[in-house]
């Protein structure tokens, strides 16, 4: 359909070059042919918008389910960071479930506990996406920042790591 348009202000050309007579006649032609050119393509864009795909819709497709249960976490430690807010924070996961996994959300809350006495210093969460077969454990890296954490050093610190909206690969 672009080619007509295309072939039409290819002809308005010509002939504004051929004839003189014709030439006071180019601007507003080619005008004319390129908003009918551009109502054209935004009515073909909104109609496709619309229209099925094609590919049928199953809404009972099976996608596999692991849920935090199905997941552990071991051999979890942090270590200070390059600046006084962040840590890195080292572990392994263990896929316990029978799909593989491709991703979880690691939580990680700091405390700090001197003489039995704990006050929360911050919470930060991270996305980890990570492949694990079933029965398997990897090892991951990420890094937790606490901002503010600078201002009331911590002197005894607790961590607690939790793992949250365990993905599974989706086949």
């Known amino acids: 359909m672009i080619w007509a348009f295309a072939v039409a202000a290819a002809a308005i050309l010509y002939l504004a ?26 009515l073909i864009w909104f109609v496709d918008e619309r229209a099925p795909s094609g590919e049928p819709v199953t809404p009972n497709a099976t996608v596999p389910v692991l849920t935090e249960d199905t997941v552990e976490l071991s051999d979890m430690q942090a270590a200070a960071g390059q600046t006084k807010t962040s840590f890195r924070v080292t572990g392994n996961i263990t896929n316990k479930g029978t799909s593989p996994m491709q991703s979880f959300r690691l939580d990680v809350v700091l405390s700090d506990c001197p003489n039995g006495t704990c006050r929360e210093v911050g919470r930060d969460s991270a996305l980890i996406v990570l492949r694990v077969l079933p029965g398997q454990s990897q090892p991951f890296t990420t890094f937790a920042v606490f901002p503010g954490s600078d201002l009331n050093p911590v002197t005894a610190p607790e961590w607690d790591f939790g793992a949250r909206d365990v993905r599974a690969v989706v086949r």
């Open 17 to 42: 070059l051929r004839f003189r007579r014709f030439q006071s006649w180019v601007e507003p032609a080619l005008t004319i042919v390129v908003a009918l050119g551009l109502a054209s393509a935004l």
